[in-house]
């Protein structure tokens, strides 16, 4: 049997996975490879820090020449995160001749367009389904498994710490800070969980994805985002009652040959594959013209679960598979975008409006009535019980049926002006 | 762009899906694919037959060595169903050089050790992502996405005639009959369901889903099966008061080294994804040592959820990624098999147990004395409130904990033949 040398840059949670991988179940990688896969250098700063693995210390060196020197190692797996050393490491292992595999998804979000081009001008390939959900190979499904679809729509929870914090918030009433708190004790939210919150970091994944699936050319902040920080209990308990749950999702979709793309929590109807992805998982909802609505599930962070993708990322690039699929996709080549985004304000939904407003009479009819001169129709109202005494600050839910955005914005600007209206309207969109 | 030559053998319900790919979105497949798809030949039976799609009538031909014969036709999709002639034109579209994409299960289940060998022989390459779970590309996923892993079980939900029959007597009442007279209606069930309904389609495909997974040599006929048409409305609801749904699995996993494989109605928590299946989807829930717990979920059958397969399938032929698959995998080759059969006496699973039985004193204890002897323990038991006239038919429903296949067949093979017992015990499986 063939043996492939191979090497690891960066040996941080996902490297510990992928070393693990090599060293200790290199019969298993050889069946399925048909070829053995040999680690010859794991590239670190620092050779003696204490470490998680029993790696032999032959294998550490802090030199990235030695694996870019040595024509032998034909293969890379990149796990240093962030945009710099990052970029450069990249394309020093371009540069002297190696298929690269990276979970790096900042990396990509930013820079990716420059990568693929030099390593396509280089014969090189880059492989990245790590960096999107992952365990979930999504990247593979949607490139290659779903090519005889135009995928018409993605609807993705892409972000464990969210997905994490909305299902304590929940299942066990905690608060926000509370459950991000149980989040960071639990190792899935970092020390700044500001890009996982506020919807940065699933952004940086819809750009990856939006790029697969419709060849958009979109930088992730040009993504309107909205965070879970400003979720509360309050809204989830709405939805439940209302039959939905609320999910960060991040969306693309086809509309009039347009692509709409935004990151934002919304309503998932409670007995929808997706309303069931608790915790740490992640999961896709795909549309494609000819396979349908099609749904990836699983755990989309974490050491072996992220390996398994690199890995399996690896495997491709061993065998030869990447190359063609880097080749045939032409990825963030000098091709033009397929799509264009779409002005968000004209994209329809069903919207979910929750006021908080001061109980006395008339309130209602004022609401309604501003709505309806929006031409926005309604689907269904909660407002609970209250007490007699007057001037309480209660919740009032309005579903509303289909409409845009752009009537929502305007009928909701001119109800915070209201004199009863204490507080901004929550509005979140409903999936259908 | 390059142009590669396909043909197409069948043009039933999914060659006609094919054809409409091939022909009406040539433009996107060359875009993935990096090359055009032309169409030469569409070898049909009887050229004159009335179809639902329009085609070229210089395309049809019903002579295979129209394709044989052309050498400039390297990849052919193959949907002739059953078992001959469908063995015969494979061996020869392998045997004049050409790559073969199929969605025929049957074929694969009874065959696959001959063709794929054949195929080595000859240095080309056998595709079948659509053989099983239809539009869900569980067969790449397994053999290509989650190549890091050693695969730990496999729970499919396999049979969209099943899943749709199982989904009417659950949600609207309806009665087995009555519930397959409207798949059969609706085009999911065939004029003869009883391959579907016996759980034989579901073993098939199971059969290969274990090779592809466990490298287990094992025919489909020698896998323990039972299907749908025992299942009684009153298990469905049953199932609902505990927290489960029914549903029929395909299940192999790896107990001891050894493989579990079965095809039988089971529960399912409410609350998990398989649970969620509706209608005529699919859903397969893989566990590996590596990714932990990945659900893959979406239309099983139906003309363009298979065609989208088949021509994913295609289009990985013609860009060489089939050929890399297909030699790295060694599918049905001389290898010896990896895992063995397990006896299922040794299996371990929760069960659920419906006794009807004559609603006299002592009954419950005489039940619960034998599971007691055979070490089964009870985690719950159900028995509704009867009126107060003796001798009525109840059913008595109990939930055990975790016992053997072993222990629970000869518990109820004693508890049978009691004189307050009505009917044969119903046995089902409880999945954690």
């Not at 608060?175 to 149980?182: I, N």
């Not at 500001?194 to 952004?203: F, I, K, L, N, Y």
């Not at 934002?264 to 992640?282: C, F, G, T």
């Not at 099609?294 to 190359?323: E, I, K």
Request: charged share 20%; aromatic share 4%.
């Amino acid at each position: 049997m063939d043996t492939t040398k191979v090497a690891l840059v960066g040996l941080g949670t996902v490297g510990t996975g992928v070393a693990h991988l090599l060293l200790d179940e290199a019969d298993r990688l050889a069946r399925h490879a048909g070829r053995r896969l040999s680690l010859a250098w794991v590239v670190v700063q620092d050779r003696d820090k204490p470490r998680d693995i029993h790696l032999p210390r032959s294998l550490l060196t802090d030199d990235l020449s030695q694996v870019t020197d040595d024509p032998e190692i034909t293969a890379v797996v990149q796990l240093v995160g962030g945009l710099e050393p990052a970029r450069t490491i990249m394309i020093r292992l371009l540069e002297s001749g190696k298929d690269v595999v990276t979970a790096n998804k900042a990396l990509l979000a930013e820079h990716g367009p420059e990568l693929f081009d030099h390593a396509r001008q280089l014969g090189r390939s880059i492989s990245f389904d790590a960096a999107v959900g992952g365990g979930i190979p999504i990247v593979t499904n949607i490139s290659q498994c779903l090519s005889a679809n135009q995928i018409e729509s993605l609807h993705g929870i892409l972000n464990g710490t969210c997905n994490f914090v909305i299902s304590r918030m929940d299942g066990a009433g905690a608060s926000y800070r509370d459950a991000l708190a149980e989040a960071q004790r639990r190792g899935y939210a970092e020390a700044d969980p500001t890009m996982d919150v506020d919807g940065s970091d699933a952004a940086q994944k819809l750009a990856i994805l939006a790029h697969l699936a419709f060849g958009a050319r979109v930088h992730w902040q040009d993504i309107p985002r909205e965070g879970i920080d400003q979720l509360q209990t309050a809204d989830l308990q709405f939805a439940r009652e209302l039959g939905y749950r609320i999910k960060l999702l991040a969306v693309a979709q086809l509309v009039a040959e347009e692509l709409e793309l935004h990151v934002a929590p919304q309503l998932v109807r409670h007995d929808s594959p997706l309303a069931e992805v608790r915790d740490a998982y992640n999961a896709v909802r795909v549309v494609g013209d000819a396979v349908g609505r099609v749904w990836f599930h699983g755990l989309g962070a974490g050491r072996m679960p992220t390996a398994s993708a690199v890995v399996a990322d690896l495997v491709d690039t061993v065998v030869g598979r990447a190359a063609i699929t880097f080749r045939t996709l032409e990825l963030w080549s000098q091709r033009p975008a397929r799509v264009m985004p779409r002005d968000n304000a004209h994209v329809s939904s069903r919207y979910y409006l929750r006021f908080d407003v001061v109980d006395h009479p008339g309130v209602l009819a004022e609401i309604t009535g501003i709505l309806g001169r929006h031409k926005i129709s309604i689907a269904s109202v909660i407002q609970h019980e209250t007490g007699e005494s007057a001037e309480e600050i209660v919740s009032l839910v309005v579903m509303t049926h289909t409409t845009t955005d752009g009537a929502i914005r305007q009928a909701v600007g001119e109800i915070n002006v209201l004199e009863a209206v204490q507080a901004p309207t929550r509005v979140l969109r409903v999936l259908d």
